[in-house]
Nanobody, 117 residues
Framework: QVQLVESGGGLVQPGGSLRLSCAASRSIFSFRSMGWYRQAPGKQRELVATITSGGSTNYPDSVKGRFTIVRDNAKNTVYLQMNSLKPEDTAVYYC???????????WGQGTQVTVSS
């Protein structure tokens, strides 16, 4: 089973930036889609960003214009660039890859992002 290792989380002040990384243990070229989700205490997990194998991206209104998902096939890594961070962005962020053939979901271990002054 492919492993996903996340990094880049931490504490940042409102208006600051962070870049999250999700590194896969093998090539990411064949995955149907890759993306990021987040879950805050007491709330349901929500979609943050997705990118398909063809390069199409999608963002919910809550992060549109502030977050950008980027794929680097050579490094087997997907990034989430987060700018203009707000306290409501505080959550555990999870990356997820969707297999192109089996439709199997692969999840990272989660990384904490805290936005506070």
């Amino acid at each position: 089973q492919v492993q996903l290792v996340e990094s880049g989380g931490g504490l940042v002040q409102p208006g600051g930036s962070l870049r999250l990384s999700c590194a896969a243990s093998r090539s990411i070229f064949s995955f149907r889609s890759m993306g990021w989700y987040r879950q805050a205490p007491g709330k349901q997990r929500e979609l943050v960003a997705t990118i398909t194998s063809g390069g199409s991206t999608n963002y919910p209104d809550s992060v549109k214009g502030r977050f950008t998902i980027v794929r680097d096939n050579a490094k087997n890594t997907v990034y989430l660039q987060m700018n203009s961070l707000k306290p409501e962005d505080t959550a555990v962020y999870y990356c997820k890859f969707l297999g192109g053939v089996t439709m199997t979901e692969y999840w990272g271990q989660g990384t904490q992002v805290t936005v506070s002054s």
